[in-house]
């Protein structure tokens, strides 16, 4: 029996709440709406680390952190752009390309797994894992972004193992290569697994950066679905920020980016129903980490603050799973799952051995899809990690922890969802500290590479430069705060 196709759309600082979906009246996300009808939207889905680089590599590896060794947005290792004879004069965001780093050299992705068993692969849009111009992990088409991120205008991309410049809006790019993508490979018998990775919602937010038809949507919108809060104190320069009208600005600037992504995914579902392909296709859609846009003082998502942080509107994710008769539809799941249970579950759906289930810490909920329950896990329920912030949580506690001396904090998400309270001074809540520090550590124990132990290295949210641990002979891995 021929394997479903699998197209998997990944959004870039997507929060959970930025979507129509999801509860938000005032975003606009007709498709994406349209796509939780048709399968299931799981509303506590969370990602690995609450930054992209970080979470990509874990979505594919199944690996933490710590047992891949991407550990910030990797701000070097994409390519050398002087060997590339790039015209990037009086571009400094090209300062820091001087060499290619593969930094999944080694680890086996899902795509690897799926090309093994005859999928042709594709990746349209961003790939920020290292080495750009080189396809990997098991793609034959690939069509990127350079630098891992871009500039909605004048995007640098790559196409046919060449950078090149475009003078397009890099949402409609990715969108119209995945279109062609499935023209050519829809109804060969071959099955197919493609990758969509825009960029949006990340910054730039500013209005000449999109679409003005979209944009002139929001120019009367209240913004009452995203908190106004005082300036975190712990807020870092890592994402724009503003009050009052400059707020406004940016908000429209990112729920336009939102909706032109949600316009392109459109056209993904429509193509897919002209090939008449949808019902033998598995559709996913997800986020790669959340995003605050104000919500607790905060812009940025995971390294929106220093210290790093690890709240719910950080790290939890959106994700949609839709293939029409063999996935339950019109469906909220609310089982608290993570992207390092992504790869066991690809492979479990597709009736294929995981040879590598022991070494990961992700569990299959493939029977979820179907209507079944899942095996419950034992007591961590969700882990995140971003270099030496730790987090575990369950449904009742949250516990982060800051390596090597704190601050860390404690949330009980029953009496305190929005994590207001930290109870870590509460001396009634010392016996629960106690114990999820021992569930953390005992988690760490069994999953982290001491070679990629984040805990140990100096990430403070400026991005990665080189091998992280030994690896990396000695050469500076990280950027200070700038």
Same mark, same amino acid.
């Given at each position: 029996?021929?394997?479903?196709?699998?197209?998997?759309?990944?959004?870039?600082?997507?929060?959970?709440?930025?979507?129509?979906?999801?509860?938000?009246?005032?975003?606009?996300?007709?498709?994406?709406?349209?796509?939780?009808?048709?399968?299931?939207?799981?509303?506590?889905?969370?990602?690995?680390?609450?930054?992209?680089?970080?979470?990509?590599?874990?979505?594919?590896?199944?690996? *933490?952190? @710590? &047992? $891949? =060794?991407?550990?910030?947005? #990797?701000? !070097?290792?994409?390519?050398?752009?002087?060997?590339?004879?790039?015209?990037?004069?009086?571009?400094?965001?090209?300062?820091?390309?001087?060499?290619?780093?593969?930094?999944?050299?080694?680890?086996?992705?899902?795509?690897? *797994?799926? @090309? &093994? $068993? =005859?999928?042709?692969?594709? #990746?349209? !849009?961003?790939?920020?894992?290292?080495?750009?111009?080189?396809?990997?992990?098991?793609?034959?088409?690939?069509?990127?972004?350079?630098?891992?991120?871009?500039?909605?205008?004048?995007?640098?991309?790559?196409?046919?193992?060449?950078?090149?410049?475009?003078?397009?809006?890099?949402?409609?790019?990715?969108?119209?290569?995945?279109?062609?993508?499935?023209?050519?490979?829809?109804?060969?018998?071959?099955?197919?697994?493609?990758?969509?990775?825009?960029?949006?919602?990340?910054?730039?937010?500013?209005?000449?950066?999109?679409?003005?038809?979209?944009?002139?949507?929001?120019?009367?919108?209240?913004?009452?679905?995203?908190?106004?809060?005082?300036?975190?104190?712990?807020?870092?320069?890592?994402?724009?920020?503003?009050?009052?009208?400059?707020?406004?600005?940016?908000?429209?600037?990112?729920?336009?980016?939102?909706?032109?992504?949600?316009?392109?995914?459109?056209?993904?579902?429509?193509?897919?129903?002209?090939?008449?392909?949808?019902?033998?296709?598995?559709?996913?859609?997800?986020?790669?980490?959340?995003?605050?846009?104000?919500?607790?003082?905060?812009?940025?998502?995971?390294?929106?603050?220093?210290?790093?942080?690890?709240?719910?509107?950080?790290?939890?994710?959106?994700?949609?799973?839709?293939?029409?008769?063999?996935?339950?539809?019109?469906?909220?799941?609310?089982?608290?799952?993570?992207?390092?249970?992504?790869?066991?579950?690809?492979?479990?759906?597709?009736?294929?051995?995981?040879?590598?289930?022991?070494?990961?810490?992700?569990?299959?909920?493939?029977?979820?899809?179907?209507?079944?329950?899942?095996?419950?896990?034992?007591?961590?329920?969700?882990?995140?990690?971003?270099?030496?912030?730790?987090?575990?949580?369950?449904?009742?506690?949250?516990?982060?922890?800051?390596?090597?001396?704190?601050?860390?904090?404690?949330?009980?998400?029953?009496?305190?969802?929005?994590?207001?309270?930290?109870?870590?001074?509460?001396?009634?809540?010392?016996?629960?500290?106690?114990?999820?520090?021992?569930?953390?550590?005992?988690?760490?124990?069994?999953?982290?590479?001491?070679?990629?132990?984040?805990?140990?290295?100096?990430?403070?949210?400026?991005?990665?430069?080189?091998?992280?641990?030994?690896?990396?002979?000695?050469?500076?891995?990280?950027?200070?705060?700038?």
């Amino acid at each position: 029996m021929r394997k479903p196709n699998i197209v998997f759309i990944l959004s870039d600082d997507q929060g959970a709440w930025a979507m129509g979906c999801a509860g938000n009246s005032e975003i606009r996300t007709p498709n994406l709406d349209r796509l939780a009808k048709e399968g299931i939207r799981f509303d506590h889905f969370f990602c690995a680390s609450p930054v992209c680089s970080p979470a990509r590599a874990s979505i594919f590896t199944g690996r *933490i952190p @710590s &047992q $891949h =060794g991407v550990l910030d947005w #990797l701000r !070097g290792g994409n390519l050398d752009a002087e060997k590339l004879d790039l015209d990037i004069k009086g571009m400094p965001q090209f300062n820091s390309e001087h060499r290619p780093i593969q930094y999944l050299d080694g680890q086996v992705a899902y795509t690897d *797994i799926l @090309s &093994q $068993h =005859g999928y042709f692969c594709g #990746l349209s !849009g961003k790939w920020h894992l290292g080495d750009s111009v080189v396809p990997q992990k098991g793609f034959s088409h690939w069509f990127t972004i350079a630098r891992g991120g871009c500039d909605y205008h004048h995007p640098d991309v790559v196409r046919d193992g060449r950078v090149m410049f475009e003078d397009r809006y890099i949402t409609d790019l990715i969108t119209e290569d995945a279109l062609e993508f499935l023209e050519r490979n829809g109804n060969n018998e071959q099955p197919f697994y493609l990758s969509v990775h825009y960029t949006a919602p990340h910054s730039p937010w500013e209005r000449e950066q999109h679409p003005e038809d979209i944009y002139r949507l929001y120019e009367d919108c209240a913004f009452a679905s995203v908190p106004e809060e005082p300036r975190n104190p712990w807020q870092s320069p890592t994402a724009p920020q503003g009050e009052g009208e400059r707020r406004k600005e940016l908000l429209r600037g990112y729920y336009t980016a939102v909706t032109a992504m949600d316009r392109g995914i459109g056209e993904i579902l429509d193509k897919l129903d002209q090939l008449g392909i949808r019902q033998d296709t598995l559709l996913i859609f997800m986020g790669d980490n959340g995003m605050n846009m104000g919500h607790h003082g905060i812009w940025g998502k995971g390294n929106g603050t220093f210290p790093l942080n690890m709240y719910d509107t950080s790290v939890k994710v959106p994700a949609i799973f839709s293939h029409p008769g063999r996935v339950d539809a019109d469906r909220v799941c609310s089982e608290l799952l993570s992207q390092y249970d992504v790869f066991p579950t690809l492979l479990n759906y597709l009736e294929m051995e995981n040879s590598y289930a022991d070494s990961l810490p992700g569990r299959s909920f493939a029977s979820l899809l179907q209507g079944d329950e899942m095996l419950q896990r034992d007591s961590v329920v969700v882990f995140d990690e971003y270099g030496p912030v730790r987090m575990v949580r369950t449904r009742e506690w949250k516990y982060v922890h800051r390596y090597p001396y704190g601050p860390h904090e404690l949330y009980d998400l029953v009496s305190d969802p929005d994590e207001r309270v930290n109870l870590m001074d509460d001396e009634r809540t010392r016996e629960v500290q106690v114990h999820m520090r021992a569930v953390l550590q005992d988690w760490i124990s069994r999953y982290v590479d001491p070679m990629f132990d984040g805990a140990r290295e100096p990430v403070t949210g400026f991005g990665q430069v080189d091998w992280a641990g030994p690896r990396g002979d000695g050469r500076q891995a990280f950027c200070g705060r700038d």
